[in-house]
């Protein structure tokens, strides 16, 4: 059997491009974590804590990190726990930023 120019084109062309769309994804898979993860540079240590009657997230801010602003705290622990609402029911289990 004898192949085109275009045949043998095909025949080495097609395996070598799937072969590095594959590789790149591949690659891709493993970086992207590593990429996101280091978006501050900055490690925040949390806890987990159960949401009781009564309480806040102003609240919860104010008790595990007084030195820092609330509102900043209170912005990161809806950020942790990708809350679009600050109103927290009883029972919920929630990350909340440290001291430390």
């Avoid at 491009?17 to 891709?28: D, E, R, V, Y």
């Avoid at 804590?49 to 609330?70: I, K, M, N, Q």
């Avoid at 950020?79 to 909340?96: F, H, M, R, T």
């Amino acid at each position: 059997m004898r192949l085109t120019r275009r045949g043998r084109l095909l025949l080495i062309g097609a395996p070598v491009l799937l072969g590095g769309a594959a590789l790149l994804t591949f690659i891709g898979f493993f970086t992207a974590p590593a990429l996101a993860a280091s978006g501050s540079g900055e490690l925040t240590r949390t806890q987990q804590v159960s949401v009781s009657t009564g309480d806040s997230l102003w609240s919860l801010a104010t008790e595990y990190a007084p030195e820092r602003d609330p509102r900043a705290v209170v912005a990161d622990i809806m950020e942790l726990n990708n809350l679009s609402d600050a109103v927290v029911p009883a029972g919920v289990q929630l990350y909340i930023p440290v001291a430390g």
